[in-house]
């Protein structure tokens, strides 16, 4: 078991081509990408051109719920003794849980200075994951359905999955229009590689009080699409087909959506400013492999009864059955509850919008104190987190970032950054949660452990240093400093 939550781990910690980007980094101003979360900040450079794999990789991962050591319990020599699923079940939030994975990769980005103007292009690998699901579902599994008696008192389990991995062209602009006032705007091409969206996924599970019968009343909506062929045949199992990769690599663009960054800064002063952003404010329409799945209730058979499956228990035939043809007596179990799959031309769905809004305040040149709200919409639900962070700049070389977030269920994200600029070479690292690298046992377990981890990090090549303009002045005017 502990392997096996280890492996989850990794594949949610390492393979995540996902899509937020730091909050980290939004504040260290000689680091070309942290423009991303803020289209009209002052670049201080003529130019820069990024390289695949090695400019900006952003992995994150949101973990509410699910702690290692909630979970698993441990000996002296570290091998685990004891699941301890009540002890989770304690020190989970009465909403329930969270598990929400993101990555931005960059193939390709450059940007430069035409006064004015700054002009930005970028191409990224992106993919944005949220899976929501209730406190019952884990009461259920640690204490048993008896836990749930009587008509008032049901196990309630929900799930939100919410999944997307796309590819992003954007073309940036950013500009000064008064010596107060500087703007920014970023569309962008998307096209979509796989989606999954649940608009409902609920099941309520009843026990009776005096017979201990179970009756079971459930709803499924969800929505797929994917430029893998997806199998749902009799004789193969559910899944996303790899063979004809062919066909996927001429899918690859048939997802088409757009969307758009844009934002506004405002300096009040040659001390204080306030800035103002909206990020992915788009949509992609899924045309390829695209299935609508509903769940639906045979009221005819006889272990229903108003609206919900009703189980009394197993005989003797079942539990023969279940012994000699256990795939069989799935197949008739799984028949209970039948799922009506159908084929649509197309969907459309919204990104995860993000909204941030800045206010800060400059101590003398190369100190600058912030403070950050932002919120992301994901469905329904509206995801805050408020950060305040230091940032200061040594000769113009050396950057450094130290903040402080909360967020939803998550209080202890101290966050890091540090960046190098020697001459055109811009090395930099950048963690929202430096206490998810500290567990000297593993980093695997640590990770688990907090609420938030993120990392962020690359080497920018970029050129021309220059700084903000006084008030009198513009940029790209001669009243460079």
Known sequence: MKKIFLFISIVLVGFKVFAQDGTTLHFMRLNPYSNYSSPSSF?????????????NINTSLAN???????????????????ITLDKMLEKMPKRGG?????????????????????????????????LFFSKDVIGLVAQGNMAYVGADHPAKLDFSLNATVYQEFALGMQVAITPHVYIGVRPKILFGALNINTRNATATLYTNQEDYSLRLQYDLDAYMSSIFPIQWGENSEPGI????????????FKNVGAAIDFGATFRLGERWGVSASVLDLGFINWK??????????????????????????????????????????????????????????QYTRMLHTRFLVEGYCNVGKYHRFSALFQGRLVGKQFLPSFTVAWNGNFLRIFDLCVN????????????????????????????????GFCNAKSIQRSLLNVNNANVQLGIVFDWGKIQEKKLNGVWGTKNEE
């Open 241 to 252: 087909a790899t063979d004809d990769m062919m066909n996927v690599v001429k899918s690859a």
């Open 404 to 435: 402080y977030t909360i967020a939803k269920d998550s209080y202890a994200n101290l966050g890091l950054g540090v960046g190098f600029n020697l001459g055109v070479f811009h090395i930099y690292a950048a963690t929202d949660n430096l206490l």
């Open 43 to 55: 670049l201080p450079y003529n130019g820069y051109v990024g390289f695949p794999a090695i400019s």
């Open 288 to 345: 390829t492999n695209s299935s609508h799945f509903v769940g639906t209730i045979d009221s005819t058979c006889i272990h229903y009864n108003d609206g919900g499956f009703v189980f009394n228990g197993l005989s003797n035939e079942d539990i023969q059955q279940i012994q000699n043809n256990p795939s069989e007596f799935r197949d008739e179990i799984l028949s209970y509850f039948p799922m009506q799959n159908s084929e649509l031309k």
């Open 64 to 82: 509410t719920g699910l702690h290692y050591d909630n979970v698993f319990q441990e000996n002296a020599m570290g091998k685990v003794t004891t």
């Open 98 to 130: 969270m598990l929400n994975t993101n990555l931005s990769m960059n193939v390709i980005d450059f940007g430069f200075r035409t006064k004015p103007v700054f002009f930005s292009f970028s191409y990224r690998i992106r993919m944005d994951e949220y």
